[in-house]
């Protein structure tokens, strides 16, 4: 199996937010999830599937994607918002 380029893991992540944007969460999840499954810090996979985590009342599971994302790219300030959200 090919590993993706970090061109194909955008615009997975591109297709699976255009999902989230429309209300389709198990679509998005499942784009994040695969993202994460070739690139497991991912920082914007681990903030967007944490989003999904918290919009579905999993505040723990969102607090630890989302603090992975930070912790993994601490100038990802999309990230270092949506913990403080979470």
Excluded: C, W
């Excluded at 955008?10 to 999830?33: D, P």
């Excluded at 999904?52 to 994302?69: K, P």
């Amino acid at each position: 199996m090919v590993k993706p380029t970090p061109q194909e893991l955008q615009q997975i992540i591109n297709q699976a937010q255009q999902h989230h944007s429309a209300g389709r969460l198990q679509e998005a999840e499942a784009g994040y999830r695969q993202v994460l499954a070739q690139d497991e810090n991912n920082p914007v996979a681990l903030n967007l599937l944490g989003t999904i985590a918290h919009q579905t009342g999993n505040h723990a599971a969102a607090e630890e994607l989302i603090a992975l994302a930070v912790q993994r790219a601490p100038k990802f300030h999309e990230a270092a918002y949506n913990r403080g959200v979470v």
